[in-house]
């Protein structure tokens, strides 16, 4: 999930760099969404970790 968010990052900076608005921001946005819901499930998965 975080390389899918890296990888729209590295979209929307190129497409920034060559004018394209449009697609720059959507990219941006999809990483954005993308980056939370990684953020999201790396806690959950920390916090069920089983007791020793």
Do not use: S
């Not at 999930?1 to 900076?13: C, K």
């Not at 953020?39 to 007791?51: C, D, G, N």
Request: aromatic residues 14%; contains cysteine.
């Amino acid at each position: 999930m975080l390389h899918y968010a890296l990888v729209f990052l590295i979209i929307a900076v190129i497409a920034g760099m060559f004018g394209f608005g449009g697609i720059a921001g959507t990219a941006a946005g999809i990483a954005k969404i993308l980056c939370v819901i990684f953020l999201a499930l790396a806690v959950i998965a920390f916090f069920r970790r089983p007791a020793k």
